[in-house]
């Protein structure tokens, strides 16, 4: 099995989602307002915002690049 780069696109989300489970954690870093925007938008859907979201993607964003590099376009 060859791994392919992945798209540009692939690694902005992955640093975007990592970004925002980043700040949501708030281990590191906090970032008020992108905190309280993601969690208006969120609370739309019905997706509760916590520590456990906030891993999830903090998760999510290697897996995408690693799925985005043995997965031929995405």
Same mark, same amino acid.
């Given at each position: ?9 692939t ?9 925002i ?10 970032? !008020?307002? +992108?905190?309280?925007v993601?969690?208006?938008? $969120?609370?739309? /859907? %019905?997706?509760? #915002?916590?520590q456990g979201? !906030?891993? +999830? ?6 897996? $995408?690049?690693? /799925? %985005?590099?043995? #997965?031929?376009?995405?």
């Amino acid at each position: 099995m060859k791994p392919n780069p992945p798209y540009m696109a692939t690694v902005v989300i992955a640093v975007v989602l990592m970004l925002i489970g980043l700040s949501l954690d708030g281990t590191l870093f906090a970032i !008020a307002a +992108l905190n309280d925007v993601v969690a208006n938008v $969120l609370s739309t /859907v %019905g997706i509760a #915002v916590g520590q456990g979201f !906030a891993r +999830l993607l903090i998760v999510a964003s290697p897996t $995408l690049l690693i /799925v %985005g590099s043995l #997965v031929r376009g995405l």
